[in-house]
Protein backbone atom coordinates (compact mmCIF):
# COMPACT_ATOMS: atom_id res chain seq x y z
CA UNK A 1 0.00 0.00 0.00
CA UNK A 2 0.93 3.39 -0.81
CA UNK A 3 2.15 5.52 2.08
CA UNK A 4 -0.36 7.96 4.12
CA UNK A 5 1.69 10.86 2.99
CA UNK A 6 2.17 9.94 -0.66
CA UNK A 7 -1.36 11.92 -2.99
CA UNK A 8 -2.92 10.33 -4.61
CA UNK A 9 -3.79 10.73 -8.72
CA UNK A 10 -5.65 13.79 -8.61
CA UNK A 11 -6.54 15.88 -11.82
CA UNK A 12 -4.04 18.73 -11.77
CA UNK A 13 -6.39 22.29 -11.30
CA UNK A 14 -6.20 24.83 -14.37
CA UNK A 15 -7.35 27.38 -12.44
CA UNK A 16 -5.90 27.44 -9.37
CA UNK A 17 -2.01 28.20 -10.03
CA UNK A 18 -0.12 30.86 -12.01
CA UNK A 19 2.06 29.54 -14.81
CA UNK A 20 5.24 28.91 -13.89
CA UNK A 21 8.13 31.22 -14.63
CA UNK A 22 9.11 30.09 -18.52
CA UNK A 23 5.41 30.46 -19.70
CA UNK A 24 5.48 32.24 -22.86
CA UNK A 25 1.78 34.62 -22.45
CA UNK A 26 2.25 38.28 -24.54
CA UNK A 27 0.18 39.86 -21.51
CA UNK A 28 0.80 38.62 -17.81
CA UNK A 29 -2.10 38.86 -15.84
CA UNK A 30 -1.51 41.32 -12.98
CA UNK A 31 -4.95 41.84 -11.84
CA UNK A 32 -7.75 39.68 -10.66
CA UNK A 33 -9.76 40.27 -13.25
CA UNK A 34 -6.98 39.71 -15.88
CA UNK A 35 -5.88 36.46 -13.95
CA UNK A 36 -9.72 35.22 -14.00
CA UNK A 37 -9.67 35.87 -17.98
CA UNK A 38 -6.32 34.12 -18.39
CA UNK A 39 -8.18 31.20 -16.16
CA UNK A 40 -10.85 30.88 -18.29
CA UNK A 41 -8.93 30.93 -21.64
CA UNK A 42 -6.98 28.05 -20.25
CA UNK A 43 -9.85 25.95 -18.95
CA UNK A 44 -11.32 26.26 -22.46
CA UNK A 45 -8.48 25.15 -24.41
CA UNK A 46 -7.92 22.43 -21.92
CA UNK A 47 -11.64 21.34 -22.50
CA UNK A 48 -10.99 21.74 -26.24
CA UNK A 49 -7.89 19.78 -26.11
CA UNK A 50 -9.56 16.81 -24.43
CA UNK A 51 -12.28 16.66 -27.01
CA UNK A 52 -10.14 16.46 -29.95
CA UNK A 53 -6.78 17.03 -29.62
CA UNK A 54 -3.97 20.20 -29.84
CA UNK A 55 -3.83 19.69 -33.25
CA UNK A 56 -7.81 20.74 -33.97
CA UNK A 57 -6.91 23.74 -31.23
CA UNK A 58 -8.17 26.98 -33.18
CA UNK A 59 -7.71 30.36 -31.33
CA UNK A 60 -11.37 31.80 -32.68
CA UNK A 61 -13.14 28.65 -30.89
CA UNK A 62 -10.58 29.34 -27.97
CA UNK A 63 -11.81 33.19 -27.89
CA UNK A 64 -15.50 32.69 -28.89
CA UNK A 65 -16.26 30.04 -26.08
CA UNK A 66 -14.26 31.71 -23.53
CA UNK A 67 -16.74 35.06 -23.73
CA UNK A 68 -13.50 37.27 -25.25
CA UNK A 69 -12.33 38.92 -28.54
CA UNK A 70 -10.05 37.00 -30.86
CA UNK A 71 -7.57 40.23 -30.24
CA UNK A 72 -8.40 39.98 -26.80
CA UNK A 73 -7.12 36.28 -26.84
CA UNK A 74 -4.15 37.87 -28.76
CA UNK A 75 -2.97 39.97 -25.82
CA UNK A 76 -2.26 37.10 -23.45
CA UNK A 77 -1.13 34.44 -26.26
CA UNK A 78 0.61 34.56 -29.48
CA UNK A 79 -0.50 31.59 -30.90
CA UNK A 80 -1.64 28.09 -30.09
CA UNK A 81 1.63 26.80 -28.75
CA UNK A 82 2.17 29.34 -26.80
CA UNK A 83 -1.35 28.46 -25.07
CA UNK A 84 -0.05 24.76 -25.13
CA UNK A 85 3.06 25.65 -23.16
CA UNK A 86 1.45 27.44 -20.55
CA UNK A 87 -1.15 24.45 -19.78
CA UNK A 88 2.09 21.97 -20.05
CA UNK A 89 4.11 24.48 -17.26
CA UNK A 90 0.61 24.59 -14.98
CA UNK A 91 0.29 20.94 -15.35
CA UNK A 92 4.16 20.37 -14.45
CA UNK A 93 3.93 22.65 -11.73
CA UNK A 94 1.21 20.45 -9.93
CA UNK A 95 2.85 17.61 -10.70
CA UNK A 96 6.03 19.02 -8.79
CA UNK A 97 4.37 19.64 -5.79
CA UNK A 98 2.76 16.10 -5.63
CA UNK A 99 6.16 14.68 -5.75
CA UNK A 100 7.88 17.31 -3.43
CA UNK A 101 5.03 16.42 -1.07
CA UNK A 102 5.77 12.43 -1.63
CA UNK A 103 9.55 12.77 -1.05
CA UNK A 104 10.07 15.23 1.47
CA UNK A 105 9.53 12.97 4.05
CA UNK A 106 11.52 10.18 3.12
CA UNK A 107 14.45 9.67 5.51
CA UNK A 108 14.87 5.38 5.19
CA UNK A 109 15.27 2.96 2.53
CA UNK A 110 11.89 1.65 3.48
CA UNK A 111 10.12 4.87 3.21
CA UNK A 112 12.12 5.69 -0.04
CA UNK A 113 10.99 3.06 -1.65
CA UNK A 114 7.15 3.16 -1.02
CA UNK A 115 7.08 6.39 -1.67
CA UNK A 116 8.76 6.26 -5.33
CA UNK A 117 7.08 3.05 -5.65
CA UNK A 118 3.69 4.93 -5.29
CA UNK A 119 4.83 8.26 -7.73
CA UNK A 120 4.88 5.64 -10.26
CA UNK A 121 1.31 4.64 -10.02
CA UNK A 122 0.13 8.47 -9.46
CA UNK A 123 2.15 9.63 -12.82
CA UNK A 124 0.95 6.29 -14.67
CA UNK A 125 -2.96 6.34 -13.49
CA UNK A 126 -2.86 10.32 -13.86
CA UNK A 127 -1.68 10.54 -17.28
CA UNK A 128 -3.96 7.90 -18.50
CA UNK A 129 -7.06 9.60 -16.76
CA UNK A 130 -6.24 13.21 -18.20
CA UNK A 131 -6.16 13.32 -22.12
CA UNK A 132 -4.92 16.74 -21.97
CA UNK A 133 -2.18 16.03 -20.57
CA UNK A 134 -1.48 12.66 -22.71
CA UNK A 135 -1.93 15.00 -25.72
CA UNK A 136 0.88 17.65 -24.80
CA UNK A 137 3.49 15.18 -23.49
CA UNK A 138 2.86 13.54 -26.77
CA UNK A 139 3.67 16.23 -28.69
CA UNK A 140 6.66 17.58 -26.59
CA UNK A 141 9.35 15.72 -29.06
CA UNK A 142 8.10 18.18 -31.80
CA UNK A 143 8.02 21.32 -29.69
CA UNK A 144 11.59 22.42 -28.58
CA UNK A 145 10.20 24.70 -25.77
CA UNK A 146 8.25 21.69 -24.46
CA UNK A 147 11.36 20.06 -24.56
CA UNK A 148 12.96 22.03 -22.95
CA UNK A 149 10.31 22.26 -20.01
CA UNK A 150 10.39 18.75 -19.82
CA UNK A 151 14.35 18.78 -19.22
CA UNK A 152 14.39 21.37 -16.73
CA UNK A 153 11.22 19.35 -14.65
CA UNK A 154 13.58 16.37 -14.97
CA UNK A 155 16.55 18.40 -13.35
CA UNK A 156 14.09 19.45 -10.82
CA UNK A 157 12.45 16.38 -9.62
CA UNK A 158 15.78 14.62 -10.43
CA UNK A 159 17.18 16.64 -7.64
CA UNK A 160 14.50 15.95 -5.07
CA UNK A 161 15.05 12.54 -5.85
CA UNK A 162 18.79 12.61 -4.90
CA UNK A 163 18.18 14.38 -2.02
CA UNK A 164 15.72 11.48 -0.77
CA UNK A 165 18.25 8.93 -1.81
CA UNK A 166 20.72 10.64 0.57
CA UNK A 167 18.53 10.76 3.66
CA UNK A 168 17.05 7.53 3.05
CA UNK A 169 21.26 6.20 2.65
CA UNK A 170 22.61 7.82 6.01
CA UNK A 171 22.78 11.56 5.16
CA UNK A 172 25.09 10.52 2.77
CA UNK A 173 26.13 14.08 -0.39
CA UNK A 174 22.96 14.30 -2.57
CA UNK A 175 25.81 15.09 -5.73
CA UNK A 176 26.83 10.85 -5.76
CA UNK A 177 23.28 10.57 -6.76
CA UNK A 178 22.60 13.55 -8.68
CA UNK A 179 23.09 11.97 -12.21
CA UNK A 180 21.70 8.72 -11.70
CA UNK A 181 18.43 10.50 -9.87
CA UNK A 182 18.05 13.13 -13.49
CA UNK A 183 18.61 10.12 -15.79
CA UNK A 184 15.98 7.88 -13.80
CA UNK A 185 13.93 10.70 -13.96
CA UNK A 186 14.54 11.42 -17.59
CA UNK A 187 14.05 7.78 -18.47
CA UNK A 188 10.80 7.89 -16.77
CA UNK A 189 9.21 10.48 -18.78
CA UNK A 190 10.38 8.14 -21.98
CA UNK A 191 8.67 5.37 -19.88
CA UNK A 192 5.57 6.93 -19.21
CA UNK A 193 5.00 7.90 -22.57
CA UNK A 194 5.77 4.50 -24.08
CA UNK A 195 3.34 3.25 -21.53
CA UNK A 196 0.55 5.32 -22.42
CA UNK A 197 0.71 4.63 -26.11
CA UNK A 198 0.44 1.00 -25.78
CA UNK A 199 -2.91 -1.47 -24.67
CA UNK A 200 -3.59 -0.94 -20.99
CA UNK A 201 -2.33 -4.91 -20.54
CA UNK A 202 1.73 -4.00 -21.71
CA UNK A 203 1.31 -0.78 -20.37
CA UNK A 204 1.00 -1.46 -17.29
CA UNK A 205 3.36 -4.33 -17.84
CA UNK A 206 6.35 -1.30 -18.65
CA UNK A 207 5.25 1.08 -15.97
CA UNK A 208 5.86 -2.42 -13.27
CA UNK A 209 9.44 -3.65 -15.35
CA UNK A 210 10.81 -0.21 -15.26
CA UNK A 211 9.26 0.24 -11.40
CA UNK A 212 11.82 -2.45 -10.67
CA UNK A 213 14.67 -1.63 -12.61
CA UNK A 214 14.93 2.07 -11.18
CA UNK A 215 13.94 0.93 -7.65
CA UNK A 216 17.00 -1.35 -7.99
CA UNK A 217 19.51 1.41 -8.34
CA UNK A 218 17.64 3.99 -6.46
CA UNK A 219 18.21 1.63 -3.40
CA UNK A 220 22.20 1.02 -4.32
CA UNK A 221 23.84 3.52 -1.81
Known amino acids: MAPARTPSPRKPSISSHAPAETSLPRRAPVQQRSRERMDRILAVASSLIGSRGSDQLKMGEVAEQAGISIGSLYQYFPDKSAIIRSLAERYSLESRRCIEEALLPVTSLAELEEAY ?37 SRLCGMMLAQAMARAHN ?21 MRLAIS ?12 FRQMTLREILTP
Not at 178 to 191: D, V
Open 117 to 153: GSLIDVYYALFKAEPVMRDIWSGMQADKQLMALELAE
Open 171 to 191: GRDPAIYAARAFMIWQLGEAA
Open 198 to 209: VDEAEGGAIVSA
